[in-house]
């Protein structure tokens, strides 16, 4: 099966360089009219201008397919709303938003200021409900849309220095949750990618031969199937260097304490069996850990 996306009209932020511009580019070379967005500044945010996102749209046009430059910072709502809207007087519809543009202000959390907590905050997640909320009427109206969040493995497992990016990275997960949940009945997919790859955002963070190997090349297959009209929903795919993963938030089964005096106690001493893995589910939403919870309960009342 070819990944086609002749179409489709395509929004991915960030494109003016690294990650995303690879993404805009792919998704143009299989058909896709592409909305080129980039703030154009620094890894850490500071500075702009609209000639990154230009440059790629030249690239575009050069290959033969079509694009649109914006220059919009996606933390600010009523200029993301003027991009959304941008495509569509170009375009007519929006299919496909990825949302790529982040910044990383990297700190131990002792030495972190709460400025740069809440900038990396504002930029990832704020960014990406912006963007979510501008899309997401027409994606309606339409009863198709695909949106790819681009989260991190930092935020999904941890990374040291890297508290604000992490929490803002998990946060786009928590988003695809809902927005996947509540988009399901008008045909919109929303999915997760945790890339790994050698950018300017990664330059120093890891070392010089293990940067080598991550070509950012190797993470779009993972965008583009998350894209694509076939794709699924309520999934975080991991992609780096060539390999591919799946990340899941799970549930254990736990166990049944009651309520008491001596349930703190039994609970520490029991701990080990509320962590054990066997028999975990990936709930299909979050009304499955009170609806086990309440199960338990009942079941034990007999
Ligand atoms: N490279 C990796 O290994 C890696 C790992 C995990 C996640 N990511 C994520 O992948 C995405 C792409 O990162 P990259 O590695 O290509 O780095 P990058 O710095 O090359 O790309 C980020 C792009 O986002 C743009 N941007 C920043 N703030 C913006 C704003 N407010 N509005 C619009 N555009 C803005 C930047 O100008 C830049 O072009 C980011 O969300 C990043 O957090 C990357």
Known sequence: ???DFEGRVAIVTGAGGGLGRLHALALAARGARVLVNDLGGAVDGSGGSASAAQAVVDEIRAAGGQALANGASVTDFSAVQA?????VDAWGRIDILVNNAGILRDKSFAKMSMEDFRLVVDVHLMGAAHCCKAVWPHMQSQNYGRIVMTTSSTGLYGNFGQANYGAAKLAQVGLMQTLAIEGAKHGI????LAPTAATRMTQGLMP???LAALSPEAVVPAMLVLAHESAPTRTTLCAGAGGFEAAFITLTEGIYLGQGGQVPEQLAQRLAEVL??????VPASGAAQGTLEVGKAMAARG
Do not use: C, K, T, Y
């Open 1 to 3: 099966m070819a990944l």
């Open 83 to 87: 991009m959304a809207q941008q495509a």
């Open 189 to 192: 997919h929303v999915n997760a």
């Open 208 to 210: 010089e031969a293990v």
């Open 276 to 281: 054990d893995r066997h028999g975990e589910q």
